[in-house]
């Protein structure tokens, strides 16, 4: 009997690639994280056209986006996206709590604790960086012209008195369809 599911990355193999590519991309500073980007939109593009290839075309950018947080997200970050909020008028904001990429972040290297949370979150927004290019590619490999901003959340930042109380970092995607593209444009 033929197996149906897709082939997989180790998980191991995929932290220690990430971890060397952002470490490599962020010395470079602003110039290196377009770069993360770049190469996360080819990779999510890539894959969105993958996971998409034995399906229906999406029809209304609505179906793009909610494919996006369950079946997208499933399949290349491990789990669904936690929340999704929209304001009806382009605008989508994708919540992911816990994610899988930043796992393994913690704070690191400074002199003081405040320093170590500052070279970690410094390094969650690389990490981010290619991560919203995967997201960005991905949705416009299925029609919606966008852009896509992200930003490292830490549920521990605030309430943390010591590194020994860190959670894993969470990441918020705000994806900004452009305005007359993509299945008719936006209303």
Known sequence: MASTSR?????SAMSYLLLVMVRDYHEKGKAGKAQLEEMGAQLGARLAERYTKDRPRFTEHTEVVLWTCKEFWQETFGKRVDNLKTNNR???????????????????GGDTEEES????MAHADSYGAFAGGVVRGAL????????????????????????EEFKPLGCKFTVRL???LGFGGVA
Request: net charge neutral; aromatic share 10%.
């Open 140 to 163: 416009e490999s299925l029609g919606l012209r966008c852009s896509v901003s992200q930003e490292p959340t830490s549920q521990s930042a605030a309430t943390a008195t010591s590194i």
């Open 90 to 108: 382009g605008v989508y904001v994708l919540t992911d709590v816990a994610f899988k990429w930043m796992s393994g972040l913690r704070p690191f």
């Open 7 to 11: 082939p997989s990355v180790s998980a």
């Open 117 to 120: 949370w500052a070279l970690m």
């Open 178 to 180: 452009a305005a007359g």
